[in-house]
T-cell receptor, first 115, second 116 residues
Framework: KAGVTQTPRYLIKTRGQQVTLSCSPI?????VSWYQQTPGQGLQFLFE???????NKGNFPGRFSGRQFSNSRSEMNVSTLELGDSALYLC??????????????FGPGTRLTVL | AQKITQTQPGMFVQEKEAVTLDCTYD???????LFWYKQPSSGEMIFLIY??????QNATEGRYSLNFQKARKSANLVISASQLGDSAMYFC?????????????FGKGITLSVRP
């Protein structure tokens, strides 16, 4: 089974621009979660989508948004980029049946640099 | 709210020896899951092992085992027979079954270096 794929792997943007990151989950997985990883803040949860609906949301400003398509692929968008948005963005997929056993499997991440 | 604490500084272990990576947690949820992930320098988070809060036995997956002590709220990862490829960051994480805490909450991670 193919793993989680994320595109692009690397991205360089300037302040004020917007960016869209893409995530394709493991086949059959219906839940996709997004995390931001920075050296200072560590791993922080952004949001989770299940069956095209946002199921959970972290404490990030409205500039961060996401969506999920009917094939479970997900996109994440960041508008009006700030220097502090430079991070590794990780996508994780899980079967989505809920419960604490619903193990998340991660993609390779997209490394975003904001200049 | 959930909290994961990983306070060990960078860890070093000799190849073929065993190493224990510490993790303590705090939660008010009666049911939860505990996870360990490995993150090599490439950045990808690799799932290693899972322990449920109601599991009676400690989880094992190959060379990985989880020393789960519920009363002490600890979930330490034990890696037996360390290999050079085990050099990486290791993250402990937890999640509740439902609600706001159903997201994965991570600790700050521990750097493990395996010496030949």
């Amino acid at each position: 089974k193919a793993g989680v794929t994320q595109t692009p792997r690397y991205l360089i943007k300037t302040r004020g621009q917007q960016v869209t990151l893409s995530c394709s989950p493991i086949s059959g997985h219906r839940s996709v979660s997004w995390y931001q990883q920075t050296p200072g803040q560590g791993l922080q949860f952004l949001f989770e989508y299940f069956s095209e609906t946002q199921r959970n949301k972290g404490n990030f400003p409205g500039r961060f948004s996401g969506r999920q398509f009917s094939n479970s692929r997900s996109e994440m968008n960041v508008s009006t980029l700030e220097l502090g948005d430079s991070a590794l963005y990780l996508c994780a997929s899980s079967p989505g049946w809920g419960g604490s056993t619903d193990t998340q499997y991660f993609g390779p991440g997209t490394r975003l640099t904001v200049l | 709210a959930q909290k994961i604490t990983q306070t060990q500084p960078g860890m070093f272990v000799q190849e073929k020896e065993a190493v224990t990576l510490d993790c303590t947690y705090d939660t008010s949820d009666p049911s939860y899951g505990l996870f360990w992930y490995k993150q090599p320098s490439s950045g990808e988070m690799i799932f290693l092992i899972y322990q449920g809060s109601y599991d009676q036995q400690n989880a094992t997956e190959g060379r990985y085992s989880l020393n789960f002590q519920k009363a002490r709220k600890s979930a330490n990862l034990v890696i037996s027979a360390s290999q050079l490829g085990d050099s990486a960051m290791y993250f402990c994480a937890m999640r509740a079954p439902t609600g706001a805490n159903s997201k994965l909450t991570f600790g700050k991670g521990i750097t493990l270096s395996v010496r030949p």
